[in-house]
């Protein structure tokens, strides 16, 4: 027999292989979940008989050409092609999750553009396969007063992500996306009115979207407002030199029209701090007639 053959022992010390690797140390349900995804899988064809290896295997290997997949070379004859089938498999899962919850969310959120619609109808018509959305456990138990409770155990991210939203729709949270634009991560929340989300904001990673947001739009408010003022004086200033010396009126009037096709321009990259406040300020200045400054203040 081939050393490398697939037996019970060697599954088990893959599945101890997995749970040693997949630990996602930053963020404890990733790793429960990514770790119940390859056991959820090696549990399937565990113990399997010959026949029906052969039959999962040939349905591994359609799915294999028909997606992207990242492994092809999978199998049952040892346990790297087995790894690398339940690999594929995690991935398969992880991949429609992230779809349909970016689909979802967006079409909750109100916000789903055309592609986002496309993707979620797409998915909801495939999900209706339950062989695509599987691992989740329920498990009642009586507490000492009689009642029951009931507990999930979520083995793959495509159910959870279906779990939760489902049980959103019988809470009174809703949906939303950040409307910070840098931003525009999903939040869920129970105020309807709330525009900006709870995590950190990527213009300033140490406040959060909706205590950085709303301050920032203020400040930029207030320097707009600013610019509003010089290039209104930069208006009067020019009006007034072409009332003043009506020699010069035609040189003003070509002034008076940069001016008004430039300002709004100019006054976006201040605001976007691609071009300083004083460069503005001088090229304001600059609009003025060449000759006898003396005469044109
Ligand atoms: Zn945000």
Redesign the pocket.
């Known amino acids: 027999m081939n050393e490398d053959a697939l037996t019970q022992d060697s599954i088990e010390d893959a599945e101890r292989y997995v749970l040693s690797s997949l630990l996602y140390n930053d963020f404890y349900p990733a790793q429960r979940i990514a770790q119940g995804s390859f056991i959820r899988i090696m549990e399937q064809y565990r113990a399997l008989d010959s026949q029906s290896m052969a039959r999962l295997l040939q349905e591994e290997l359609r799915s294999v050409s028909e997606v992207n997949m990242p492994f092809n070379d999978i199998g049952f004859s040892n346990v790297g092609t087995f790894l690398r089938l339940c690999f594929n498999n995690y991935y398969v899962d992880l991949v429609n999750a992230l779809s349909f919850f970016t689909a979802l969310a967006a079409t909750l959120s109100g916000a789903a553009d055309e592609q986002e619609n496309a993707t979620y109808n797409d998915l909801l018509g495939s999900l209706q396969n339950p062989n695509i959305v599987p691992g989740i456990e329920m498990k009642s138990m009586l507490d000492a007063s009689g009642g029951m409770n009931n507990y999930y155990v979520i083995s793959s991210f495509l159910s959870l992500v279906i779990f939760e939203f489902a049980h959103m729709e019988s809470s009174d949270v809703v949906i939303r996306r950040?409307?910070?634009p840098a931003?525009?991560?999903f939040?869920t929340v129970k105020r309807s009115d709330a525009k900006?989300?709870?995590?950190p904001?990527?213009q300033n990673p140490s406040r959060?979207?909706?205590d950085y947001?709303p301050q920032l739009l203020h400040r930029k408010k207030l320097k707009e407002n600013d610019l509003d003022l010089l290039i209104k004086n930069a208006y009067g200033r020019l009006y007034n030199q072409k009332r003043r010396h009506p020699d010069r009126a035609d040189e003003v009037s070509g002034l008076i029209s940069t001016l008004q096709i430039e300002a709004d321009s100019k006054k976006q990259e201040v605001l976007n701090d691609s071009m300083t406040k004083k460069d503005f300020e001088t090229w304001l200045k600059s609009l003025t007639p060449t000759k006898g400054d003396d005469i044109y203040e």
């Open positions: 950040c409307q910070n931003c525009g991560k939040f900006y989300c709870s995590f904001s990527p959060l979207c909706k947001y």
